[in-house]
């Protein structure tokens, strides 16, 4: 057996998810910045404060002795230390239901390994995304450029300035389409050979482009028009549905205390 495969190593990790498993193990899934997103076992974590130090929470950063199995097979957590924690996500529900919701689109998302320069990027991502929601003060506009940060992050990135259909510049025309399994918008006439085309203006795919090169820092004064935001919330939503495909656990709460257009279908 190689047993070099299975050496700990010593990397960072943020908690997307974490459950009880059995009589003192914990179960997690990690975003690691050589690897992406990985699911990893700690044995006796409910026990072993010196191992631990209870630090296995939801939002943690920690810095972590990890046995790293590859191809679906579950990782081994030897141990961990406390790096950041985001405190002000665990005290607001506002902070805590957007933080929740981006961490579930991570973990449902995230790939399994890929380009090292891409895990590496996707890591910071997520930390300088949690970083936005627990400082930034929150709007549904903020919500919603996130997401689309998130889509951005995990490599796919809706076009947002050539028709998709026939690659030409969108120039002046005002009203336009947004053909959500395409990625992109539509001008008029590849607009006309599509269904499900969602309508949307020149100056929506604009303040988004906008939104997706800001600094992180900044976001929280980018100004959407309400017209802008009625559309890019419909818009980022149809897409989220497209690539999620369900509707995430997180999704129904942060409805009711940040909500994005009335998504979520029956009563909250
Ligand atoms: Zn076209």
Redesign the pocket.
């Known amino acids: 057996m190689n047993r070099a495969g299975r050496r700990p190593e010593k990397t960072h990790a943020l908690v997307l998810r974490s459950v009880e498993f059995g009589e003192s193990d914990r179960i997690l899934h990690l975003l690691v910045p050589e690897y992406g997103r990985i699911t990893a076992i700690a044995k006796g974590a409910r026990r072993s404060v010196k191992r631990f130090g209870g630090t296995l929470d939801l939002f943690n950063h920690l810095r972590v002795q990890i046995a790293v199995k590859r191809g679906g097979a579950m990782s081994r957590l030897e141990a961990a230390q406390l790096v950041h924690h985001f405190a002000p996500l665990r005290h607001d529900p506002v902070r805590f239901g957007l933080g929740c919701y981006l961490l579930e689109l991570l973990d449902r998302l995230a790939p399994d390994g890929g380009a090292a320069r891409d895990m590496r990027r996707l890591y910071r991502f997520a930390l300088d995304a949690l970083g936005t929601v627990a400082a930034q003060p929150l709007s549904p506009a903020l919500r919603t450029i996130l997401e689309l940060r998130v889509f951005d992050a995990l490599g796919v990135r809706p076009e947002l300035r050539r ?6 510049d969108l120039g002046r025309e005002a009203a336009l389409g947004f053909h959500v399994a395409d990625g992109g918008p ?6 006309s050979r599509r269904t499900g085309v969602v309508p949307v203006h020149l100056g929506t795919l604009r303040a988004l482009d906008q939104a997706l090169t800001l600094d992180a820092e900044r976001l929280g004064r980018l100004s959407f028009s309400a017209q802008a935001l009625e559309e890019a919330q419909r818009l980022v939503g149809r897409f989220q549905r497209f690539h999620v495909g369900v509707e995430l656990q997180s999704e129904r709460f942060l409805e009711r205390v940040l909500p994005a257009g009335g998504r979520v279908a029956g009563p909250v």
């Open positions: 028709c998709v259909g026939c690659g030409d539509v001008c008029r006439g590849c607009a």
